[in-house]
């Protein structure tokens, strides 16, 4: 796919439309996703500013420190005019200087540094400040084809790992020393970087967030591993199996493992437009609350996913928003079980027309290695 259909330039029109609908006079955003997502810009986020202006009227302006101008330029998308900052000025004048008179509120990137947040309401004294989620949120929960395609090529290359955990998953062997293979898979697979990886064997398994540790995983244990990372295009992949090293699995854990790919199953199948993602939720955690395990689900099914690897919408009990196409999210049911072991299983998946596609497809039964 080509950058103008991933990062085509009439983002920057419907982001200044829906800043002056949201009652702001401008964004501007920092480096991150939302950066990314209007210019196509990957900026480095460092001590020196890099702030878009993004003014509600009138043509946005992007910040850069003189040397990483030749970054920016080279951006698939920019179309904005640069200005440069050299080293030992003050940056900030320069945002003030991008706006047509001082503004009464400006939208702020959800996760600026904290410094840059009190640099800014030094320079702009009579502006609220309010977050820029309020607007860019809007424009990036549904996913445009190309974006679907995206995510696609990341579950792919993701899925590929997977499929070669046998080669590296094995009785005696350390969790740290699996990671550190599966890393390596997850670039050779096509990532430019590796977001995280869990390899959470025996009682580290009920640990949802564990990491790794450097306990050698014993023969018999189920093992869970939840990987993830960013492809060229600014896309993730996110994507949890859960094997059996060596011997079979004790019979409990093979009992609630059923459970949990039963669960896993009904949630994706019940993915429709107008379906909330409260309703989404439950799909998972009613199967599992009836047969006896609920206190053992202790998080939400799933968080939407696109150029950040958490991003709405979020499948979770409150959240009464209906479900609409383009809408891309994991379901990642678990069980856990504490001091004993832990599993889940996470696709991500897409909301289409009439239903959902799946953008992993390797089996979602138990694998014994």
């Not at 439309?17 to 210019?39: F, W």
């Not at 590296?168 to 550190?180: H, N, S, Y």
């Not at 689900?297 to 996913?305: D, K, P």
Request: contains cysteine.
């Amino acid at each position: 796919m080509g950058t103008d259909e991933l990062y085509p330039p009439d983002r920057l029109s419907a982001a200044r439309r829906a800043t002056a609908a949201a009652g702001l006079d401008a964004l501007l955003l920092t480096p991150g996703s939302d950066l990314r997502y209007l210019t196509g810009y990957d900026a480095h986020a460092g001590e020196r500013l890099t702030c878009l202006v993004l003014p509600a009227e009138g043509e946005p302006t992007l910040i850069v420190p003189r040397l990483e101008r030749p970054a920016a330029e080279a951006a698939p998308n920019t179309g904005v005019r640069i200005v440069d900052h050299p080293d030992g000025t003050d940056p900030y004048p320069l945002v003030v200087a991008a706006l047509d008179g001082p503004p009464a509120a400006v939208g702020l990137t959800d996760r600026m540094w904290a410094e840059q947040v009190l640099a800014l309401r030094a320079a702009l004294p009579g502006a609220a400040q309010r977050l820029a989620g309020e607007v860019l949120r809007e424009l990036r929960i549904r996913k445009s084809p190309a974006e679907v395609a995206a995510l696609a090529e990341a579950g792919a290359a993701i899925d590929e790992v997977h499929l070669r955990m046998g080669e590296w998953l094995r009785p005696g062997r350390t969790e740290v020393e699996v990671a550190a293979d599966i890393a390596a898979a997850i670039r050779a697979a096509g990532h430019v970087s590796v977001d995280f990886v869990i390899v959470a064997a025996g009682p580290n398994g009920a640990s949802p967030h564990h990491g790794t540790s450097d306990r050698p995983i014993g023969a018999g244990e189920p093992v869970v591993v939840d990987i993830g990372g960013t492809m060229a295009s600014g896309y993730r992949s996110d994507c949890t199996r859960t094997y059996v090293a060596g011997e079979p699995a004790p019979a409990d854990f093979r009992d609630y493992y059923a459970v949990l790919c039963d669960a896993q199953r009904a949630a994706v199948a019940a993915v429709r437009p107008g379906i909330t993602g409260a309703q989404a939720d439950a799909a998972a955690r009613e199967p599992i609350a009836a047969a006896g395990y609920g206190p053992a689900f202790l998080h939400r099914t799933g968080h939407g996913i696109g150029l950040d690897g958490h991003e709405e919408p979020y499948l979770v009990a409150g959240n009464d928003r209906p479900l609409e196409a383009g809408m891309a999210f994991s379901i990642e049911p678990g069980i856990y079980l504490s001091g004993r072991h832990g599993a889940r299983i996470e696709d991500i998946v897409v909301c289409t027309t009439d239903g959902v596609q799946r953008l992993n497809t390797t089996p979602t039964e138990l694998i014994a290695l």
